[in-house]
């Protein structure tokens, strides 16, 4: 008996699929910004009207992942005629600029969309090769939040630079928050004092002060 109601299920079921009961009818997302909604309808458009039954949800999730800017997409069939979409999207920790080019930089590294642009993010303007461990470096710091007080960040090589006050502060490949806070601990003591525009705070206990000639003095 119980044999006989699975098959007289399966019976109606494909009676109804070919009848189209269960063909796709809409997506819901949660998660999602409203920018982003666009892309996510392009990669779905295809799928609307095919059997919920038949829909490789696998296949879809990892081409979501792949638009770029979403770090996990978790979808399931509701039944009868939908599909819902829980998007978790990437987070943002600074943008990367050169010239006229920028891009916004998700805490795992990876490069984001223009959506994610954001002028609360810290811009770290790059020259030259960038160092791909120095990089590293800058989006782990950025991650947990980069100190106030800088006007500017720059990345030269394997060298992270900060501006602040129009002068140039050397910070090296890493520990940048304490080489900051050692920056602006002399400052705040007025042991840096006039006449130089580069300090150098690579050399652990110590800060160079060059001035534009050249000359330098080690506090």
């Keep these: 008996m119980a044999l006989l109601l699975c098959l007289l299920a399966a019976l109606l079921y494909r009676w109804l699929e070919r009848s189209g009961e269960f063909d796709l009818e809409s997506v819901r997302v949660y998660g999602c910004r409203p920018a982003d909604s666009a892309a996510i309808a392009e990669a779905l458009?295809?799928?609307i009207g095919q059997p919920l039954g038949r829909m490789d949800l696998q296949a879809l999730r990892a081409a979501l992942e792949d638009l770029g800017g979403f770090e996990s997409a978790t979808l399931r069939r509701d039944w009868p005629d939908a599909v819902g979409l829980e998007i978790r999207l990437s987070r943002p920790v600074l943008v990367l600029a050169r010239g006229e080019w920028r891009s916004a930089v998700?805490?795992?590294?990876m490069n984001l969309p223009d959506t994610f642009l954001s002028d609360t993010l810290p811009v770290f303007e790059v020259s030259g090769s960038p160092d791909s461990a120095v990089l590293r470096e800058v989006v782990a710091w950025a991650s947990g939040g980069v100190p106030e007080g800088v006007d500017q960040f720059r990345i030269?090589?394997?060298c992270v630079k900060a501006v602040v006050g129009g002068k140039?502060?050397?910070l090296g490949d890493g520990d940048f928050s304490r080489r900051l806070a050692a920056f602006f601990e002399a400052e705040?003591?007025?042991l840096l004092g006039p006449g130089?525009?580069?300090a150098d705070l690579r050399y652990d206990g110590q800060v160079v002060l060059r001035s534009i000639g050249g000359q330098g003095?080690?506090?």
Excluded at 106 to 109: H, L
């Design 45 to 47: 458009e295809p799928c």
């Design 106 to 109: 998700s805490d795992r590294g």
């Design 156 to 158: 030269d090589g394997d």
């Design 168 to 170: 140039t502060l050397l």
């Design 188 to 190: 705040d003591s007025g």
């Design 196 to 198: 130089w525009d580069e």
């Design 217 to 219: 003095v080690t506090m």
